[in-house]
């Protein structure tokens, strides 16, 4: 079963990949950075007080969020994991993307070979049944299809 949700087109792309989902905000300099350098070479998630995103990889990943949070360096650090190839494919928010994020999004759809497609206001709804791991698919006019699996279909 597919559901689609839709959302306002901040960074316009087309992308289909693995949800990654946390109900917190997320820190883009506490998750991204390693104790002495600035940024994380293999795009492990470090922030501790995270503990759905803690240890998790997210390269290549959708990430799915309400907010993010932190200091105003969180536009350069999406920048520069991009560049590094180690920033999330997408960024779904459920609600208004903070200015931080569009930053960093915008900036890495003009200045890296990676960008972050950013499409944000699909709804609580979104982030409450969204589950990690599931097949997401962002349409370039913020289109946004889940994949849930049809329990009806696994049965024997």
């Known amino acids: 079963m597919i559901v689609k949700y839709k959302g306002r087109v901040v960074v316009p792309g ?3 990949g693995s949800a990654l989902v946390t109900h917190e905000g997320f820190n883009t300099l506490a998750n991204l950075k390693t ?20 240890g998790k990889k997210i390269p290549g990943k959708i990430l799915c969020l309400p907010e993010t949070i932190g200091s105003t ?9 991009s ?3 180690v920033a999330p494919a997408c960024m779904l928010f459920s ?17 890296s070979k990676h960008p972050i497609v950013l499409v944000d ?3 609580e709804g979104f982030l ?12 370039e006019d ?15």
């Open 14 to 16: 087309d992308v289909t």
């Open 73 to 81: 360096t969180g536009g350069m650090v999406l920048y520069c994991a």
């Open 35 to 54: 104790a002495g350098s600035f940024l994380n070479p293999k795009g492990v998630l470090q922030d501790m007080n995270n503990p759905e995103l803690y």
């Open 95 to 111: 609600g208004k993307a903070d200015t931080l994020a569009v930053a960093g999004a915008v900036l890495t759809a003009n200045w």
């Open 128 to 139: 409450q049944d969204i589950k990690e791991g599931q097949r997401i698919h962002v349409k």
């Open 142 to 156: 913020g289109t946004v299809l889940v994949e849930y699996e049809d329990l009806f279909e696994a049965a024997p």
């Open 83 to 85: 560049v590094m190839g």
């Open 121 to 123: 206001d699909l709804g």
